[in-house]
């Protein structure tokens, strides 16, 4: 039933726009009303690394439906012929799901980052709009400050933003972390 209704997520899409277009009223959806499976859905269907057949697979593997790790394991046989790591678990769901080039960087390589880059953006679009609900009106970014910080994310650390600053779309045109893992900080003036 649950899966059913996952798989529902990804044919929705081009539907959804169309009903709403009729309605003379209708407002966009705001990103902070989308669920966190669209965030997932949408750095899935961007990843080169990921099969458009087995995009759904990777949706449920993230929702914690069906892990891609549960499937039945390759030899290592079977991983040399392909040319993988032989050290890497790989399954034959994995298989159905990534490219071989994906197979070959390695699956945690190549979902865990598209994983985290969502739930966090998720959770920064649902903080800034509570920020919002609150009558806060700045916020600052603060990076880890490790080296996995990119240059984009160290010069913004501290930088005081409006609320009405899309931290997410910054992240998209300009940071180059593997997935930013900046936390945002309410300016609260007393
Ligand atoms: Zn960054
Ligand atoms: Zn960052």
């Known amino acids: ?53 087995g995009r759904m697979m990777v949706l449920l593997d993230f929702l914690h439906v069906e892990k891609l790790k549960d499937g039945i394991p390759l030899t290592t046989d079977e991983k040399k012929s392909l040319g993988i ?31 985290y880059r969502a739930t966090f953006d998720h959770n920064r ?13 700045h916020y600052s970014p603060m ?9 984009w994310c160290m010069s913004m650390n501290g930088k005081l933003l409006s609320v009405d600053v899309d931290f997410v779309q910054l992240l998209k045109q300009n940071c180059t972390c593997e997935y930013c893992r900046c936390v945002l900080q309410a300016k609260i003036d007393i």
């Open 1 to 53: 039933m649950l899966k059913k209704m996952i798989c529902s997520l990804f044919r929705a899409t081009p539907v959804k726009p169309v009903a709403a277009a009729s309605e003379s009223n209708a407002s966009p959806v705001m990103p902070d009303q989308r669920s966190l499976a669209d965030y997932f859905k949408e750095e899935i269907e961007k990843c080169p690394f990921i099969q458009e057949s």
């Open 85 to 115: 790591n032989a050290r890497l678990k790989i399954t034959s769901s994995h298989c159905q799901a990534l490219t071989l080039e994906g197979l070959r960087l390695g699956p945690k390589e190549v979902m865990n980052p598209l994983y």
């Open 125 to 137: 679009h649902q903080q800034i709009a509570k920020m919002k609900s609150l009558g806060i009106l």
């Open 143 to 151: 990076t880890c400050g490790d080296e996995r910080d990119c240059d």
